[in-house]
């Protein structure tokens, strides 16, 4: 009896665990490993904003429907016009200044996202497209694309293996397609989330993971992953890389988990001579507060190690001899750094309120290479009255060069969106971001924001995400 009961409540563990592995980053390359808050007491009923806390499920992202339910696939169309304030290519101007540009312009967005279920396996995809063209400015002219393609499969039991592809391609260093924020890589907006320039940049992350169930408080899972950026300008810096990891978690009570995870990683950067190798342990909780909090926190630390050039001064008796005041040489450098992340949140019935914090390691942004980041903020997202969907976010990142003498760079953001139903299938559409950024040190700053409204089309049951 007791050996049939286990089995069943097994199998009903992996069934839950399936689809939403689908949705997760498995392993993401410089991106937090997934919290592990646990199941709530009615996760058929999870509100549509919550991704739901489940270390079994080890969930992020999901796109959701009314009343908890995966959104099927569903294409959208959108048309719009905004207008862009801060655009700053990598050039100079006829008095030696980087350009502070404006424009107006018009956008084509379009897509399709949600799941497809089988049996034993689950695709989930998010792919969203921008067309944008600009009066009097066409050379901001692009075309914006963000892919989020994640696959699981039942193999076992106790054994779910996932698969994940993420892509972006945009021109602008803050700007992201309509809806292109929601249900792709997280790596994504570390690798190329705090660009300086509006500049082509493309990049790319791959992931795969095996998660076993030991039982019903016992997982564990392990995991790789590789990326690569790529920038246009020729000033700027690309990088490679990749990941191991792994991490066990265990289910103390109903409410709560503890577990630990360990992860190499490593990357490399073009046009420049320099690398990376980055070790790191971390210990995870999570507790449930009641039926409407959630928090988890991540404590831990890096270890880098850095190779790359150091220009050395010379002697100026040697400096008279050879013809030249210093030399160019490798350097060295091996640091500890904090690895730490903690993230509160709270569910209501058509909305979710979220703060988060971090401090951590990142590959840079094209001018800045191997730093450590802080970075903290927060979200609201509201889906209720008449299919009314509203969202609002804040917050704030900095950049600290480990092996650069650069200023500190910070930035501060925030945007807000609305998306009005009208009929058969169309919304309004509103959007607001705002961006500043400032480089220490420097008299190099800038004030960004972006407006835009547009006529959405997505034939369904649910209202249109901007998110």
């Not at 540009?101 to 689950?122: M, N, P, Q, T």
């Not at 630990?260 to 420049?272: K, L």
């Amino acid at each position: 009896m007791e050996s049939g009961r286990s089995r069943r409540e097994i199998g009903g563990i992996v069934r839950f665990l399936t689809p939403a592995l689908v949705l997760a980053v498995a392993g993401s390359a410089f991106a937090q490993p997934a919290q592990s808050p646990p199941p709530s007491e009615e996760p058929e009923s999870t509100p549509s904003e919550y991704s739901g806390p489940s270390i079994l499920s080890r969930t992020a992202g999901l796109i959701l429907g009314r009343g908890g339910e995966l959104a099927r696939l569903r294409p959208f169309v959108e048309v719009g016009g905004e207008y862009y304030h801060g655009l700053t290519p990598v050039s100079l101007n006829s008095s030696g200044q980087v350009p502070d540009d404006s424009a107006y312009g018009a956008h084509v967005g379009f897509g399709v996202y949600g799941y497809h279920r089988w049996r034993r396996s689950l695709l989930g995809l998010n792919y969203r497209g921008s067309l944008r063209h600009y009066t009097r400015k066409g050379y901001y002219d692009g075309f914006d694309q963000v892919l989020g393609l994640n696959f699981a499969h039942q193999l076992s039991r106790r054994v779910v293996f996932s698969l994940g592809q993420s892509m972006i391609l945009r021109h602008y260093g803050f700007a992201l397609p309509i809806g292109g924020s929601q249900f792709y890589d997280p790596a994504l907006s570390n690798l190329v989330g705090n660009e300086l320039f509006d500049n082509r940049t493309t990049a790319y992350v791959s992931t795969a993971a095996l998660t076993f169930q030991k039982s019903a408080r016992l997982s564990f899972r392990m995991g790789g992953s590789g990326f690569l950026v790529r920038r246009h300008s020729q000033a700027l810096v690309g990088v490679n890389g990749y990941q191991a990891m792994g991490d066990v978690a265990y289910r103390v009570s109903r409410y709560q988990t503890i577990g630990i995870d360990y992860s190499y990683q490593h990357f490399d950067y073009t046009s420049v001579f320099g690398s990376s190798d980055v070790h790191g342990v971390a210990f995870n909780y999570s507790v449930q507060i009641g039926r409407p909090w959630t928090f988890s926190l991540r404590a831990g630390g890096y270890r880098v190690e850095m190779l790359g050039l150091q220009r050395v001064p010379l002697d100026p008796v040697i400096a008279a001899i050879v013809g030249q005041n210093a030399v160019i040489s490798t350097s060295y450098r091996l640091l500890y750094i904090p690895n730490l992340s903690a993230s509160l949140h709270r569910r209501f019935r058509n909305a979710g309120l979220t703060f988060d914090y971090s401090r951590g390691l990142t590959p840079g942004n094209g001018v800045y290479l191997t730093s450590s980041s802080e970075s903290y903020g927060g979200s609201f997202h509201y889906s209720g009255i008449r299919r009314l969907g509203l969202g609002i976010s804040a917050g704030s990142r900095t950049y600290r060069a480990l092996a650069q003498t650069l200023g500190h760079y910070k930035s501060y953001y925030g945007n807000a969106g609305a998306s009005a139903p009208l009929r058969k299938g169309f919304s309004l559409v509103a959007s607001m971001e705002v961006s500043s950024y400032e480089l220490r040190n420097t008299s190099f700053n800038r004030l960004i924001y972006r407006a835009s409204i547009g006529l959405a089309y997505s034939p369904g049951e649910f209202p249109f995400s901007i998110w």
